[in-house]
């Protein structure tokens, strides 16, 4: 699929460059720009292959994935110079709801098996799904290959920025061979955090936070509360109340929209959750801020 990521997003001109940079494997990269209109949203999909696909957010991109049978998360912002990195052994499928303007990665697992076997690289491991965690180093990755679309012999200068973009993936996002045993690492401590940030809002799972860090429920919770020091649940609750004391400043909003736009289930969990962190209701805190 190296050569149709440009195709796959209905964009079959999008330049691509691709190399080989240790062995046989290509290491490939697609600069992807896709309009995209109101009414009739775009659904991408990718075929099932052994190799993972990253994508790299040069502009904030509203898209959600489309699960087995249809079914469509969340829409979700992945905001600028953010990354995801998703396994395609089953295929992934997205639909975008606003202009794209990114650079795709397409890397096959052998490719990493090679530069595992670059002396003092990292050993070749699986790697974790990732979902819109900011990655400086690929966003400095990716502003150095952007020139190089508009040059006609890449190779030599492509060579080592592809052996960088791989060895910098083996180091921060490999799975754990014993990730219940382990706390999270500081990149999966990030993305869950900022994944629940993100979705204050709305209902969620545990193994929602946990698919976002490539971990089962059981493990996460478990990493969660040895690294953090509180269950992931705990520290979501004392995030929406940190929220709802934000929101109080507002008196145009009733206690139950603080509620609604903090994520809790009506006013009275919104009661019970900020008395049993702050001692007092939600109404006494919001009475003390104005006197």
């Not at 775009?42 to 079914?71: E, N």
């Not at 990716?142 to 083996?170: K, S, W």
């Not at 754990?176 to 401590?189: D, H, I, R, T, V």
Request: a negative charge; aromatic letters at 8%.
């Amino acid at each position: 699929m190296d050569t149709e990521v440009g195709v796959h997003f209905g964009v079959a001109t999008a330049p691509s460059m691709s190399v080989r940079p240790v062995g046989n494997a290509h290491f490939s990269v697609t600069h992807l720009c896709r309009q995209v209109r109101a009414g009739n949203l775009q659904a991408i999909h990718l075929p099932a292959q052994p190799a993972y696909f990253m994508m790299l957010y040069l502009r904030d991109t509203d898209h959600c994935d489309i699960a087995a049978g249809g079914v469509e998360t969340v829409v979700r912002c992945y905001r600028k110079a953010s990354v995801c990195l998703v396994d395609l052994r089953e295929g992934a499928s997205i639909r975008l709801h606003s202009d794209l303007d990114a650079l795709a990665f397409h890397l096959p697992y052998c490719l990493f098996n090679e530069v595992g076997s670059i002396p003092q690289a990292p050993q070749a491991m699986p790697l974790r799904c990732l979902r819109g965690s900011g990655d400086r180093i690929m966003w400095n990755i990716g502003c150095a290959l952007l020139p190089l679309f508009e040059r006609q012999d890449v190779e030599a200068v492509l060579r080592p920025i592809a052996i960088a973009a791989c060895v910098h993936l083996l180091q921060h996002y490999t799975i754990k061979a014993a990730a219940g045993e382990a706390p999270l690492s500081a990149w999966q401590e990030k993305d869950a955090k900022e994944f629940m940030a993100d979705h204050l809002q709305d209902d969620i799972a545990v193994a929602d936070i946990a698919e976002q860090v490539g971990m089962s429920a059981a493990d996460f919770v478990e990493a969660f509360g040895s690294t953090v020091g509180i269950t992931p649940q705990r520290w979501l609750a004392l995030l929406r109340v940190e929220r709802a004391k934000e929101c109080l400043y507002d008196r145009r909003l009733t206690i139950a929209e603080v509620a609604e736009q903090c994520g809790f289930a009506g006013e009275s969990q919104l009661n019970e959750v900020f008395f049993d962190q702050t001692g007092i209701t939600p109404d006494v805190w919001r009475r003390g801020l104005f006197h």
